[in-house]
């Protein structure tokens, strides 16, 4: 890049502030829009995979193959269905991949109750759907959590990917900054996708610690 | 009353796991499940409760089928305690307890006052109440396992090894206070185990299983030890069965001198009438110094005459270098000495009463 260019231009910064949130606003849509329908998607799916076994395999090992297709890849292929430039050409595929890391996160939450807990559930008379609600998935909830954490950090970062067909966030800004050989938008892009995954993931940390007391205490013993 | 008419488990693949059980389990007594491992001890536990549904037969709760009532509102109605106690993890110790009054629509207050009501009433701090299950030590979840069980007050409490994951020290406390607590709650109490001692220990009545789900005998401790049904029964309940038979005849029929001196010896006692210990009198006496305390004192065995059995008296005479028992009464005074006649005369009389097959023919 030019000699003498400074890392970053304060100026340009101010100047193009205004767009700069726009693409960070845009970012955070299709960053957590997929986590959020991965996750609603996922619950029904991690349950029924967890009730009758032999659905599990298949499932993951078809999330496995989903989540081995390069992104860019399924972007294009998208784009005739969904549009260039849309943000459901992006919003798709990083649901299916959010899917193939929470479906896994719900079946092995489940599967962290552990037996004579459930057993004494049956025994003291909870139905099928009131131990579901109120034993089986209260105590999953820290393994879906940290799924949710692993989704939500590589979500954001994948946006990025779709700047290369004209919808990527702040990943906008890297193109940009290439092109025109000019770092500053390149340092800002980066600062702020990675303050954006640190700051949802202390979030989720947070959630983590208010939500499921007895689980951060255990891990504290 | 629970009655087991002919029942049943057959699995798909053939396997029995309990085969033609007939029993009756008494009301407000315990009665204990025991055998080795593929007994069908706790199938059968958990066919009370329709965890697992016989295949065949029939079981009575009170004389009604419990295949007439539904499964859900049956277990509200029947205690659990399990063996690794099963607390829900991420719920607080109270509301732990409080689960089956929650089950059962009562209000959030009166669920969790009837819950701090538990925790005293087995012996746990109420502080612990705020805490989660993993914050306190096995035996502590394993009382709040039996409060929660009791929490809705149920006339039936099912107990599927409870005592067999902790360490002997607090398994022997959690015995005695499950013994306390009957005693003054009075439940029909089915409970599992594979340790014949806990049996003896704990059942008014004890039904013995073998591999395959066969009911090899049903009696009564002192009865078990003195008249195993055949070889299985009588290799299970393992050795010293006269010994420990001994535990349940009263040593009150054992014949007391009301005076310290018995040849060679006498008894001392402190200010209070408390024993103190054995001191050689008359020319019988040991020459060797070494064996007595400082003060001249040699050991001693007591036994409480109003609630200790006739073992305790037999060891308390194996403790004494004079071979006599000590007798105290309730507060720990001296009542008298037993001599090795008078207990000669008991154990006899024991044995007879064990009938034909007794207890000193193996003990």
């Given amino acids: 890049m030019g000699d003498g260019e400074p890392l970053v231009r304060w100026a340009w910064i101010g100047r193009n502030w205004p767009s700069i949130q726009q693409l960070l606003v845009d970012h955070v849509i299709m960053a957590l829009l997929p986590v959020l329908l991965g996750l609603l998607i996922a619950l029904p799916l991690g349950l029924a995979s967890a009730r009758w076994r032999v659905l599990y395999q298949p499932t993951v090992g078809l999330m496995?193959?989903?989540?081995?297709?390069?992104?860019?890849a399924v972007f294009i292929v998208l784009i005739p269905v969904t549009g260039l430039a849309e943000r459901a050409t992006v919003i798709i595929p990083l649901t299916f991949y959010s899917l193939a890391v929470l479906i896994p996160a719900v079946v092995d939450g489940l599967e962290a109750v552990p037996d004579h807990v459930?057993?004494?559930?049956?025994?003291?008379?909870?139905?099928?759907?009131?131990?579901?609600?109120?034993?089986?998935?209260?105590?999953?909830?820290?393994?879906?959590?940290?799924?949710?954490?692993?989704?939500?950090?590589?979500?954001?970062?994948?946006?990025?990917?779709?700047?290369?067909?004209?919808?990527?966030?702040?990943?906008?800004?890297?193109?940009?900054?290439?092109?025109?050989?000019?770092?500053?938008?390149?340092?800002?892009?980066?600062?702020?996708?990675?303050?954006?995954?640190?700051?949802?993931?202390?979030?989720?940390?947070?959630?983590?610690?208010l939500l499921t007391p007895w689980a951060r205490a255990r891990r504290a013993a | 009353m629970i009655t087991f008419e002919g029942v049943?488990?057959?699995?798909?693949?053939?396997?029995?796991?309990?085969?033609?059980?007939?029993?009756?389990?008494?009301?407000?007594?315990?009665?204990?499940?025991?055998?080795?491992?593929?007994?069908?001890?706790?199938?059968?536990?958990?066919?009370?409760?329709r965890m697992i549904d016989a295949t065949e037969g029939r079981i009575l709760l009170d004389d009604k089928d419990i295949r007439q009532i539904d499964p859900p509102t049956l277990r509200r109605g029947i205690g659990y305690v399990i063996q690794q106690a099963g607390l829900f993890p991420h719920r607080k110790i109270v509301d732990n307890v409080a689960t089956?009054?929650?089950?059962?629509?009562?209000?959030?207050?009166?669920?969790?006052?009837?819950?701090?009501?538990?925790?005293?009433?087995?012996?746990?701090?109420?502080?612990?109440?705020?805490?989660?299950?993993f914050q306190l030590s096995g035996g502590q979840q394993q009382r709040v396992g039996v409060a929660r069980a009791l929490a809705a007050d149920p006339p039936v409490l099912l107990m599927d090894e409870p005592f067999s994951a902790v360490d002997p020290v607090v398994r022997t406390s959690l015995q005695d206070e499950l013994l306390r607590l009957q005693s003054e709650l009075h439940k029909t109490i089915v409970f599992v185990t594979h340790d014949i001692d806990e049996a003896i220990k704990l059942g008014d009545t004890v039904a013995v299983l073998r591999v395959g789900g066969h009911l090899a005998q049903i009696a009564d401790p002192s009865t078990l030890l003195a008249e195993p049904a055949d070889d299985f029964v009588e290799g299970f309940l393992g050795k010293d069965r006269g010994i420990r038979r001994l535990s349940f005849v009263p040593a009150g029929g054992v014949a007391v001198r009301a005076e310290r001196d018995v040849p060679g010896w006498s008894v001392v006692l402190d200010g209070d009438d408390r024993p103190l210990g054995w001191r050689a009198g008359g020319s019988t006496g040991p020459t060797d110094t070494q064996a007595a305390g400082k003060d001249g004192l040699l050991p001693f065995g007591t036994f409480d005459l109003e609630k200790d059995s006739l073992r305790a008296a037999l060891d308390a005479a194996l403790l004494a270098p004079s071979g006599c028992a000590i007798a105290v009464d309730g507060d720990g005074r001296f009542a008298g000495v037993v001599t090795r006649e008078a207990l000669d005369e008991a154990l006899l009389r024991a044995s007879g009463a064990a009938g034909p097959t007794g207890a000193g023919s193996h003990g």
Avoid at chain 1, 120 to 126: D, E, L, P, R
Avoid at chain 1, 159 to 178: E, M, N, P, Q
Avoid at chain 1, 179 to 206: E, K, M
């Fill in chain 2, 8 to 49: 049943t488990k057959r699995y798909g693949d053939g396997t029995v796991a309990v085969d033609n059980l007939s029993l009756q389990v008494p009301t407000g007594a315990i009665t204990v499940f025991v055998g080795p491992s593929g007994c069908g001890k706790t199938t059968s536990l958990r066919m009370i409760n």
């Fill in chain 1, 118 to 209: 459930r057993q004494s559930a049956v025994a003291m008379g909870f139905g099928p759907m009131r131990r579901l609600l109120q034993v089986d998935l209260p105590i999953a909830v820290p393994v879906v959590l940290a799924g949710l954490r692993v989704a939500t950090v590589s979500s954001i970062s994948l946006v990025s990917v779709g700047a290369l067909i004209g919808r990527g966030g702040l990943g906008y800004l890297f193109i940009d900054g290439w092109q025109r050989q000019f770092y500053t938008p390149i340092v800002v892009g980066i600062v702020l996708v990675v303050a954006l995954a640190v700051l949802a993931d202390g979030l989720l940390v947070l959630a983590q610690r």
């Fill in chain 2, 100 to 133: 089956v009054p929650y089950l059962l629509g009562w209000d959030k207050k009166k669920a969790r006052a009837r819950a701090m009501e538990l925790l005293e009433r087995v012996g746990l701090d109420t502080k612990l109440a705020g805490r989660y299950p």
């Fill in chain 1, 64 to 72: 496995n193959v989903v989540y081995s297709l390069p992104s860019l």
